[in-house]
């Protein structure tokens, strides 16, 4: 079965930087639309962010605009996200999904059939 893997989470102080990567082993990630969801605890699960195949095209929550930005690595067959200015309502578990096409499918999980198993963000001092 398809599967993304992220990487990148961990702790880090309010106003403090991560950078998460989402990446496919099994297919050729520029052939789907990717977006960026983050489940806080007790909470439903939320996109931040989200690509479209060709990586011209991206959206962000307004929650987070101006402070994250998604883009594709080709080379390493990935989708980074960039986190910058973190705040303690950041914090959650990130994980990426996709779905094969061109377009992002918003922010409705249930558009994207792939998903990886998430990684951990805290923000807190």
């Known amino acids: 079965q398809l599967q993304f893997v992220e990487s990148g989470g961990g702790l880090v102080q309010p106003g403090g930087s991560l950078k998460l990567s989402c990446s496919a082993s099994?297919?050729?990630?520029?052939?789907?639309?990717v977006a960026w969801f983050r489940q806080a605890p007790g909470k439903e699960r939320v996109g931040v962010a989200c690509?479209?195949?060709?990586?011209?095209?991206?959206d962000y929550a307004d929650s987070v605009k101006g402070r994250f930005t998604i883009s594709r690595d080709n080379a390493r067959n990935g989708v980074v996200l960039q986190m910058n200015s973190l705040e303690p309502e950041d914090t959650g578990v990130y994980s990426c999904?996709?779905?094969?096409?061109?377009?992002?499918?918003?922010?409705?999980?249930?558009?994207?059939?792939?998903w990886g198993q998430g990684t951990q963000v805290t923000v807190s001092s």
């Open positions: 999904a996709g779905d094969f096409g061109q377009n992002c499918r918003g922010y409705t999980p249930e558009r994207y059939s792939y």
């Open positions: 099994q297919f050729t990630l520029g052939y789907y639309a």
């Open positions: 690509i479209d195949s060709t990586g011209r095209i991206t």
